[in-house]
């Protein structure tokens, strides 16, 4: 299970002064909407979920394409503490947008949007860019390392925290080539700086039930990744029967190296879902 009933109320508890706020930012956004799918429907609002070693900024490309096509888009900023709080965070954000929502996330990302869509019947669609699919009990650790190819694990540092509990986070110098080979360098070394660590026990930490098995899935997989294998991402979409776009050649960081395939594939799931 991904959390007792217990932990998932204090989860609730840590986040839910914020969800007046949010909700008044984020019923004006849905409301502004833009352009609509058909005369009287207005687009789905976008909510993109960053993954660990980034920030929503990573997320910019995306946005500006998204939004020049008439949707309404959120990135929500999550803690990187634990799964269950992560996911409790992002499903406050989703119930309070009016309307539909296309929920999007990138790597562990993957995993918060997993169980973060349980229970919000506005979630219309899943796009994992480059993400985890955690079944029942699944970590992103146990996925990472299911089929070769990941060369991650040597390229971390850990920062105590105390009590045994580590953060992790890519050396710098190692960041361009491990995280995003085919973006800029000198936008991959800003990447390095402003990455946000993640606690290791947040990529061991069980997935609760899945989404996918209820909710439409689309899977973009790029073939160069060296954080998660092409081989674990494919074998998770093909097991939730997802669509998958195969971006040839594409780093981790594909949302920041490829923004139009990225917003394509979401905008084909928002076109399905409509």
């Known amino acids: 299970m991904l959390a007792s009933h217990s932990s998932r109320r204090r989860a609730g508890a840590l986040i839910a002064g914020l ?5 008044g930012v984020l019923v004006t956004a849905a409301a502004s909407g ?11 609002t976008v909510v993109l979920v960053h993954g660990a070693f980034a920030d929503s900024s990573s997320w910019n490309g995306v946005v500006a394409r998204l ?32 309307g539909p929502v296309i929920l999007v996330g990138h790597s562990y990302g993957g995993s918060v949007i997993t169980n973060a869509a349980r229970g919000n019947a506005n979630v219309k669609a899943l796009v994992y860019v480059a993400g985890f699919a955690p079944d029942t009990d699944e970590t992103a650790l146990e ?8 060369t991650l694990g040597p390229t971390l540092e850990q920062l105590p925290l105390g009590g045994g509990a580590v ?40 997935s609760g039930e899945p989404a996918w098995r209820s909710i439409p899935s689309w899977f973009l997989i790029p073939t160069a ?6 081989a674990a991402q494919r074998f998770m979409a093909q097991r939730a029967s997802g669509s998958i ?7 981790h960081a594909v949302l920041v190296s490829q923004p139009n395939s990225t ?12």
């Open 167 to 206: 953060d992790l986070r890519v050396r710098q110098h190692l960041f361009p080539q491990q995280f995003a080979a085919d973006v800029p360098l000198p936008d991959a070394r800003l990447m390095a700086v402003a990455q946000r660590p993640i606690t290791a026990a947040a990529l061991a930490e069980p």
């Open 225 to 230: 990744d060296k954080n998660i294998p092409p």
């Open 67 to 98: 939004r020049r096509r008439g949707y309404p888009v959120v990135a929500a900023a999550k803690p990187l503490r634990s799964l269950a709080s992560d996911a409790t965070y992002v499903s406050v954000v989703v119930h309070a947008v009016t």
């Open 143 to 150: 996925l990472s390392n299911k089929f070769p190819g990941s």
């Open 34 to 44: 833009g352009a609509a799918h058909g005369a009287d429907t207005p687009k789905p």
């Open 245 to 251: 776009v195969i971006v040839r050649n594409a780093s």
């Open 19 to 23: 969800a007046v706020a949010v909700s």
């Open 263 to 274: 917003a394509r594939l979401i905008e084909r799931a928002a076109n399905h879902t409509t």
